[in-house]
């Protein structure tokens, strides 16, 4: 019986104090992770895409988008023929952007010329 007691009498404070600890991660309202950093970046580019006007130079097209996730460069007859492509969309959950969750952007001779899904695309 005083075993008892004297085992009570020590886990029961500890207990009480134990009982109302709350540990919060990601306190800072940051995501974090991979999937919500991709989605974030495919959002993102289909707003800053959907503001681009056709005609709209190359420089000022990549300025506004950065950096593509692919691009292509030929010559065609007497066009130069540059080809973006940004991922806008997830199909695949491995990680890694395909040409078809992205949309390409086509420019003639410096000039957006046509726009689309980028498995559609070609030469």
Avoid: W
Wanted: net charge negative.
């Amino acid at each position: 019986m005083k075993k008892t007691m004297i085992a009570l009498l020590i886990v029961t404070p500890l207990a009480m104090t134990l009982s109302g600890c709350v540990i919060k991660i990601n306190d800072d309202g940051i995501e974090n992770g991979f999937v919500s950093d991709s989605e974030d970046r495919a959002y993102k580019n289909r707003k800053k895409i959907a503001q681009i006007q056709l005609g709209t130079s190359f420089i000022d097209t990549q300025e506004q988008l950065g950096v593509a996730d692919f691009s292509e460069t030929y010559a065609e007859a007497e066009n130069t023929i540059r080809v973006l492509y940004y991922r806008t969309q997830r199909k695949h959950k491995d990680g890694l952007t395909t040409k078809d969750e992205c949309t390409f952007l086509q420019f003639i001779n410096g000039k957006l010329a046509e726009t689309g899904n980028g498995e559609d695309y070609s030469k």
